[in-house]
């Protein structure tokens, strides 16, 4: 199933061909006036060198005026072979849906509201016949009946016609267009957008680039570059300050000689004021008393750290290279 993109407004077609795998652009007056555009032809040149085939409006009160129309926009330096004239559904627009196709030009029979019109068009040798379906499901038909008995229609009497499944609202009339059968689909970027999107998607893929990251960051990549310290003749107050300026809810008590004594944190204060009350406050860091700090070497991967967490249940662990801390891993670091 061909897909193109449907819209006038040049940020969403450049963005859309990004992908690299689109077949065409489809466009329209109505979406051109409604951007502001008002060098039509201009718009058209430029368009015709920024996608694979570019589908055009090609508007007149009769066949020949349809005609003339056609190869005046090819005058302007269209390839035939990448340009599809778009002719509503008409005795005159299928009139000049045969003209055009004696002359090898690519035709799009569009407006197409009945399964009689398409099979006019098709009967005229339409390259494309276009039913609107989110515009025939506003005024209550059975669009998809339709554009399934033109993708019958088609397959039971060998027209040489792919049916475009146009005025996409959501993503699943994508769905419906794929189960149905048609040839070609066009869909707005905000549509197409939706179309790779699922909840479910998003959280195994998440969940993929978190066990990674484990297996192959290290724990001295995933730390802030903060190596929040402070000496064991530090006041109690002055910690608490210094836990507020390096952004942790711990600090890591050094010795004179650059060992670590231990871990002071937000917990460790809370728990000193409920037993020994604000006094508590006039202490020096040297006077309190210490467990055994977890540390773990800056070298080792974070599978390493996630398993200590797991093991040990804190929120922070010393992070130590050759005996010596250089920061600290807070558990939120290991989310990346």
């Known amino acids: 199933m061909e897909l193109y993109l449907d819209s006038a407004n040049l940020k969403e077609i450049e963005e859309g061909f990004k992908l690299g795998f689109l077949n065409g652009l489809t466009t329209t007056p109505t979406f051109m006036q409604k951007e502001g555009i008002t060098d039509i032809d201009g718009t058209i040149v430029k368009l015709s060198k920024m996608v694979p085939v570019l589908q055009i409006e090609a508007l007149g009160n009769s066949a020949e005026e349809v005609l003339a129309e056609a190869e005046r926009q090819l005058a302007l330096g269209l390839d035939p072979k990448k340009t599809v004239f778009k002719i509503p559904v008409s005795l005159e627009g299928v009139r000049a849906c045969k003209m055009l196709r004696d002359k090898g030009y690519l035709v799009n029979v569009h407006l197409v509201y009945t399964l009689q019109q398409a099979y006019m068009a098709m009967h005229a040798g339409a390259t494309y016949v276009c039913p609107l379906v989110g515009r025939l499901q506003d005024q209550g038909h059975d ?24 005025s996409v609202r959501h993503a699943e009339h994508v769905r419906n267009a794929i189960n149905v059968g048609v040839h070609t689909i066009t869909v707005p970027l905000k549509v197409m957008k939706q179309l790779t999107e699922n909840n479910f998607t998003t959280l195994g893929t998440d969940q993929f680039i978190a066990d990674t990251r484990m297996m192959m960051v290290k724990v001295k990549e995933a730390i802030k570059g903060i190596n929040p310290l402070v000496a064991e003749n530090t006041s109690v107050t002055d910690a608490i300050i210094k836990m507020t300026e390096f952004g942790y809810g711990a600090v890591t008590v050094t010795k004179a000689d650059g060992s670590i004594k231990g871990v002071f944190t937000d917990g460790s204060l809370r728990k000193l004021i409920g037993e020994k009350g604000r ?25 390493d750290a996630n398993s200590l967490f797991k093991k040990t249940n804190v929120d922070t662990i010393v992070v130590t290279d050759s005996g010596k801390p250089v920061g600290m891993l807070d558990i939120q670091d290991m989310k990346g």
């Not at 406050?281 to 210490?290: A, F, I, V």
């Open 143 to 166: 669009a998809l009946a339709l554009v399934e008995q033109c993708v019958n229609a088609v397959d039971l009497y060998d027209y040489d016609t792919k049916i475009m499944f146009s």
């Open 279 to 303: 006094d508590i406050l006039t202490k020096n860091l040297s006077d309190l008393e210490y467990r055994e700090p977890i540390t773990i070497d800056a070298n080792v991967l974070l599978n």
